[in-house]
């Protein structure tokens, strides 16, 4: 038996050091069990701050359209949100011939595809998608009316 510099006993053949292929592979196996859990999770995350960003704008769109109608007693001319970075805004043209009446839409596009939800001058909200639908905002996978 030899000795090292530290004295430690050991046999005359030199141990290697690192990492064998099955400490590798399990390790791989590990990573790519977080994975395939983590990124789904993450995709829910994004898509919950996009709809969250939408209600936000076309809610405080309702609110300036509420305080131009007090204004000019008309919705013809009102201001309509800018769109989002995930949904496009449109605001639509009051219908009624006493120009009394609006729609506001904040449609999906890209991974929000299939989004949409609208809040007219009733106060009424509606959401069409991939969550679900109804008269309310549906801003959570498995949330309903």
């Given at each position: 038996?030899?000795?090292?510099?530290?004295?430690?006993?050991?046999?005359?053949?030199?141990?290697?050091?690192?990492?064998?292929?099955?400490?590798?592979?399990?390790?791989?196996?590990?990573?790519?069990?977080?994975?395939?859990?983590?990124?789904?999770?993450?995709?829910?995350?994004?898509?919950?701050?996009?709809?969250?960003?939408?209600?936000?704008?076309i809610g405080q769109?309702?609110?300036?359209?509420?305080?131009?109608?007090?204004?000019?007693?008309?919705?013809?001319?009102?201001?309509?949100?800018?769109?989002?970075?995930?949904?496009?805004?449109?605001c639509d043209d009051?219908?009624?011939?006493?120009?009394?009446?609006?729609?506001?839409?904040?449609?999906?596009?890209?991974?929000?595809?299939?989004?949409?939800?609208?809040?007219?001058?009733?106060?009424?909200?509606?959401?069409?998608?991939?969550?679900?639908?109804?008269?309310?905002?549906?801003?959570?996978?498995?949330?309903?009316?």
């Amino acid at each position: 038996m030899k000795t090292d510099r530290l004295g430690e006993k050991h046999s005359g053949q030199a141990r290697a050091r690192g990492f064998t292929l099955v400490e590798l592979m399990v390790t791989v196996a590990i990573a790519a069990i977080l994975l395939s859990l983590a990124v789904p999770s993450y995709r829910q995350y994004l898509r919950r701050g996009a709809v969250a960003e939408a209600v936000a704008a076309i809610g405080q769109g309702r609110v300036v359209a509420e305080q131009f109608f007090l204004d000019n007693r008309t919705y013809t001319g009102m201001p309509c949100p800018t769109s989002t970075g995930s949904f496009a805004i449109v605001c639509d043209d009051p219908a009624a011939p006493d120009d009394a009446t609006y729609t506001i839409t904040a449609t999906g596009s890209g991974n929000m595809a299939g989004f949409v939800y609208t809040i007219d001058q009733a106060n009424l909200r509606t959401t069409a998608g991939p969550w679900g639908s109804g008269n309310c905002w549906i801003t959570r996978k498995g949330n309903g009316c």
